[in-house]
């Protein structure tokens, strides 16, 4: 909040005080913001709050710094640049006084960054640059101690930030192939499905099981809604050109060579665990495929997502019941429900066909659970 | 015995502050050792929230045609002379960095058969915001028949442009909105 101040009192621009001694205040909160970071890593007492309050000063100082400096002598506002600058001179911080703010401004920082360099008709490969500088510190993090709130924090923040950059990563290949993408992010959201599998992080609270949630959102969002519309699939297929801006071979070099990582991932983690939730493990992947159909068959692809969605919903509705964990099952008849109400931007169904379905998908709710009540109930009495 | 992240914290403040004193230095060389040339302005204005108050403006002629064929956002060299009115204009454009002759390093804003349009690195000049709109006033009114003409005093030095100076009817603007009361 300090930085903050500091900044915008700063920012009202200064006009009537002489160039250089401007230039000499531009840098002085810089100054200090290194001296007390040096003074927090030197002095080993300090606490998690201090740590993360040097951090984040120090990152804002550098910041209004550069800012105030482009200011002082009239320089075009080129926030590109002035973000890489500052993604690269902040990575070190995050290690330095070990901030998990610290980390989530920097990813930041690269995500902004590539999003301009996008907008410029750049190629944003350096973000992939931040982002392996960037990675060793949240691994540390999660191999000490994967069910700590940080580590849980950085897993959530991960994965957003891969939402952000999957999309301006496969711009180079949509150049040639549009609709890869969308192959691309349904290969990401059933690969975090499945490490569920792998990695489970249950720590009770509500941020818990963040690549499980992750997953099932991101598989519900595209393949119940998304997925099931017409003019989704209008311009997918092989050789329909998705834009007219600069193609960059060695770029999409990049991108092709994460595509190929997020195909084998879940079907490696498919294999690895076929015997632990065939079911469900198998109805989320089926996910991959079909979208990969879709892409090459682009005219009949919603229907194929219709019919997926109430696949999946069943096999999650009777996995739940199985299991006796009403959450699950609740969950499918969600997705059923999302699938029935987004209908309703479908012209081709009449009201009384959306009306039957309402009117099943409530029956199987109150349904379900009463059965989950009953056998509670049961539990209890013996 | 040292230990290392103190040091290694060092290297890296030594290498945050010298980002802001290399663009200082640039500059200030830029600014002391350039040289001076005079662009007549055309009107605008908005708002960066990232650096308060500025007054914006389009330079007059940054439309050159080329000898060759560029493409947009192609890194070029724009060459300066000085008009018969006073007033330094851009006169052509290459792709190889030039020698013995004025000039600036941009690229190309927009490209079209037989003309080329290039950005310009000095279309922005900040100012104390209560200020700012008295002189984006003045400065809109320049070209349209009032006597309140503006020009921007720019420094090039190897290629590199800094603004100076934005002038209102001959004075800087600070000095042109005491002298009008605005």
Redesign the interface.
Known sequence: MIGGGIILLL??????IPRLVR?VI??IP??AS?IF??NV??KKRWGFAVKESAALF?QLM?LS?????????????D?EQLFM?WTF?SI??CY?LKSDLSFTLSLAGAVTWALFDRG??GTAALYWVFFIALLPYYLAGFMKDRGSNQSLFLTWIIIISFCFSLAFSFIDIRMVDHGFWLIAYSAFFVTLYLLENEIRIDTGNLFKKPFLKAGSLGIGFLSCILFTYSWFWENAGIGKSGGTGKYFPAAAGIDYFIFALLILAPVFLLLKNIKKNPLVNAAHFLMLPLAALGYLYPDNAKYVFQIYSIVLSFSLIFDGVKKNKASLSNWGIFLAAVLIITRFFDEELSFITRGIAFLVLGLVFVGVNFLFYSRKNIRGLK | MI?T??V???I??M???S???Y??LS?EIILTAGKVFKFETLPVDPY?A?????VSFRIANTIVTPEAGFDN?ETVYALITNGTNGFSYFYKVRKDRPSGQDYIRTRIDYAERGYVTIA??????????D??AAAQSGSDHSGRGTNERAYVGVRVLGGEA??EELYIAGLPV?QYLKRTNR
């Open positions: 920012a009202h621009n200064w006009y009537m230039t531009s840098l810089l100054l290194q970071a040096f890593i030197i120090l550098i710094s550069i800012s105030l400096i482009a200011q002082i002598y009239h320089l075009p506002g926030l600058i001179l070190p911080i330095l410029n008709s | 230990k992240a103190p290694i914290f060092l890296l403040a290498i945050q502050l980002v802001p004193m663009i200082i500059k960066d990232f650096r308060g108050r500025y956002d310009i690195p000095f279309d922005k000049y900040y100012i104390e915001e200020e700012a800094v603004l600070m």
